[in-house]
T-cell receptor, first 116, second 112 residues
């Protein structure tokens, strides 16, 4: 079974609009972490935002926010006021730490294209 | 502070050849891991390590070996390369339980 599911292979969004990238996860661990990474066409992995499973508030980092719905096991990324430079692949990832063994697993990604 | 350094950046191998992808970090991170990225499949975990002397398998370990003799280095060995191992390989590191992982710039490997 997939640990991280990203159901949107691609999205096209008008510049300056907000965009939501979906991510659902599956774990039985009570303690876990959720991450979003951006991969531009140059190929590097850029960390965007983190949400811990015990965090009471949704994480925010500038124009990025993470809509964390624990009961639904979803961790959607919201980008406000999109810019042309936001065009990239976006990956959701989850860290599990089971019995002292830490693993970080990724979803298949969403390719976001911002239209001028 | 160099972060995570991967070498080489590009490599072409013939089927059956062996090679080692190097990964080094200078941040004293306990956790290190290797991923491969293929189109449409995201990043898949190959092997990971939570500290020197400790390694474990991820989702796609077959055909790859790792060792972690020091905190700084986590090399990935391909013993007998196959065309199916053509991919982009990323190494990542972090402190244990971190809220952010640092990635290397990747190695693009082609097996012909």
């Amino acid at each position: 079974a997939q640990k991280i599911t990203q159901t949107q292979p691609g999205m096209f969004v008008q510049e300056k609009e907000a965009v939501t990238l979906d991510c659902t996860y599956d774990t039985s661990d009570p303690s876990y972490g959720l991450f979003w990474y951006k991969q531009p066409s140059s190929g590097e992995m850029i960390f965007l935002i983190y949400q811990g499973s015990y965090d009471q508030q949704n994480a925010t980092e500038g124009r990025y926010s993470l809509n964390f719905q624990k009961a639904r096991k979803s961790a959607n990324l919201v980008i406000s006021a999109s810019q042309l430079g936001d065009s990239a692949m976006y990956f959701c990832a989850m860290r599990e730490d089971t019995g002292g063994n830490e693993k970080l697993t990724f979803g298949t990604g969403t390719r976001l294209t911002i239209i001028p | 502070n160099a972060g995570v350094t991967q070498t080489p950046k590009f490599q072409v191998l013939k089927t059956g050849q062996s090679m080692t992808l190097q990964c080094a970090q200078d941040m004293n991170h306990e956790y290190m891991s290797w991923y491969r990225q293929d189109p449409g499949m995201g990043l898949r975990l190959i092997h990971y390590s939570v500290g020197a002397g400790i390694t474990d398998q991820g989702e796609v370990p077959n055909g790859y070996n790792v060792s972690r003799s020091t905190t700084e280095d986590f090399p990935l060995r391909l013993l007998s390369a196959a065309p199916s191992q053509t991919s982009v390989y990323f190494c990542a590191s972090s402190p244990r339980g971190s809220n952010g992982y640092t990635f290397g710039s990747g190695t693009r490997l082609t097996v012909v």
